[in-house]
């Protein structure tokens, strides 16, 4: 179990990706990234095999199983954008 990985986010591209696993190592929970199946939209059909050799397209955020729960405490912590604060 200790090497089993999961899925605790999804990025657009590999931009988010390193920001949402970089929240993440800041609060001390090892994650990395890889290329996710999802498309994004037309572009990602068009570009997306290209994107995925380079560093862009989708990134799924995968963290150790045994870290998911406070994975997904960190990130739902974490004010998204478009997010008000102070909205009530």
């Known amino acids: ?8 986010a999804f990025a657009r591209d590999s931009i988010e990706g390193a920001m949402i696993r970089g929240l993440l190592e800041d609060a001390g929970i090892p994650a990395f990234l890889q290329p996710s199946a999802a498309r994004v939209d037309g572009m990602e059909l068009a570009f997306g095999m290209l994107a995925r050799r380079s560093m ?3 990134q799924d ?9 406070e994975a997904a405490a960190v990130l739902a912590a974490t004010p998204a954008e478009g997010d008000d604060p102070e909205a009530g």
């Open 1 to 8: 179990m200790a090497d089993q990985m999961t899925k605790v």
């Open 56 to 58: 862009g397209g989708p």
């Open 61 to 69: 955020v995968m963290v150790h199983v045994e870290r998911a729960e």
